[in-house]
């Protein structure tokens, strides 16, 4: 058991050492702790740079868990739904209120304008806001995993995946839906 944790431990870094033996002391078996120590000795790491690096995981630590703090529940999310499909279905009521349904060519271009509008309404609010309206209404939106503002082709990929049969149900069983987790984005608090 000794020489497995002289394997895992030889290839961690300087720092993932110190953050062992100091921050996760707690979460490692006491034989792991005394390899990590041994490795910090064979490597001649500077006991100095224990406690710089004990404060700035911590305050990373600190910054992540604020982050993770600000990711809203599946009501809101639902919300958001329920909110811009209003929206979406005004605005496809609008574009299409002259047609005529019994004509299909008209009819067709009913279903095209459909999907356009959808794709458009997404792409456009979420790209140059970061909101959709029903985001504005509930004081969230969407950015990346790291925090980060999402760029055009994350909002593309995102709005392609809202197509994905049962996307819009899928939140309720993980904690990022379809478009969230495939465009590697979510949804925080504002």
């Known amino acids: 058991m000794n020489t497995d944790f002289k394997e895992v431990m030889s290839k961690r870094t300087d720092d993932e050492l110190i953050k062992i033996v100091t921050i996760d002391k707690g979460k490692y078996q006491p034989l792991a ?10 490597r001649n790491i500077d006991t100095s740079k224990f406690e710089q690096v ?14 993770e703090a600000k990711k809203v529940s599946s009501l809101t999310r639902f919300l958001n739904f329920i909110i811009d499909l209003i929206v979406w279905f005004i605005i496809v009521a609008i574009l299409t209120n002259s047609l005529n349904a019994k004509d299909p ?16 309404y997404y792409a456009f ?5 970061q909101k959709t309206i029903g985001k504005f209404i509930t004081k969230t939106k969407v950015v990346n995993k790291d925090g980060t503002k ?3 082709g ?10 994905i049969p049962f996307d819009r149900i899928s939140f309720l069983f993980t904690p990022n839906g379809f478009h969230d987790r495939l465009s590697d984005t979510i949804i925080i608090k504002d």
Not at 105 to 113: R, T
Not at 125 to 129: A, N, P, R, S, Y
């Open 105 to 120: 060519v008209q009819m067709l271009f009913g279903y095209f304008i459909f999907f356009v509008s959808y794709i458009s």
């Open 150 to 152: 999402p760029q055009g």
């Open 154 to 163: 994350d909002i593309l990929r995102r709005t392609f995946c809202r197509l």
């Open 54 to 67: 004990k404060v700035d995981l911590t305050a990373k630590i600190t910054e992540q868990e604020e982050f």
């Open 33 to 42: 702790i005394e390899v990590a120590e041994e490795e910090i000795k064979k």
């Open 125 to 129: 609010m979420e790209t140059k806001f």
